[in-house]
């Protein structure tokens, strides 16, 4: 994954909003649950003020807040610009998603300089983002 892609881009925010948005319930295949606890334990120990965290449950892979899915993973663009529209392969997002995760929360995410916090940082695009994304299968 090339470094400031739109694919990049968009695993960036998602991976800084399963960091910090509360009430989520992820669901990934029994294969890869024991990655996703072990990103979990990673959080509490980089996070220690937190003290609550994502919900991981088996099946299709997921990202929900509350019953909301926080990721549209379809290739068709979503109507809910609320949503991040993630049109990529789930099992690659996946890996893509735990490693970023992993990579901001060294940096020391949601407090490190640089890596997207958003008071030093411009809000998300989605819009843009979209229009980035389209471009890629043209």
């Known amino acids: 994954m090339e470094e ?3 694919h990049w881009l968009a695993v960036r925010e998602a ?3 399963l960091l910090v948005e509360t009430d989520l319930n992820i669901s990934v295949p029994s294969s ?3 990655q996703w606890h072990r990103l979990i334990l990673n959080m509490g120990d980089a996070m220690p003020q937190r003290l609550t965290f994502p919900a991981i449950i088996e099946g299709p ?3 929900r807040k509350e019953d909301a899915l926080l990721f549209d993973l379809n290739l ?3 109507v809910d610009i609320a949503q991040l529209w993630l049109p990529f392969d789930a099992s690659e997002l996946m890996q893509d998603l735990l490693q970023m995760c992993s990579e901001l929360l060294l940096a ?4 490190c300089s640089g890596c997207g916090y958003r008071d030093e940082e411009q809000p998300w695009d989605e819009i843009a ?3 980035r ?4 299968g043209e």
């Open 4 to 6: 400031n892609s739109a």
């Open 15 to 17: 991976a800084r909003r």
């Open 32 to 34: 890869s649950i024991g």
């Open 61 to 63: 892979f997921s990202v």
């Open 76 to 78: 068709k663009e979503p």
């Open 108 to 111: 020391g995410y949601p407090g």
């Open 129 to 131: 983002h979209r229009k």
């Open 133 to 136: 994304v389209s471009k890629l």
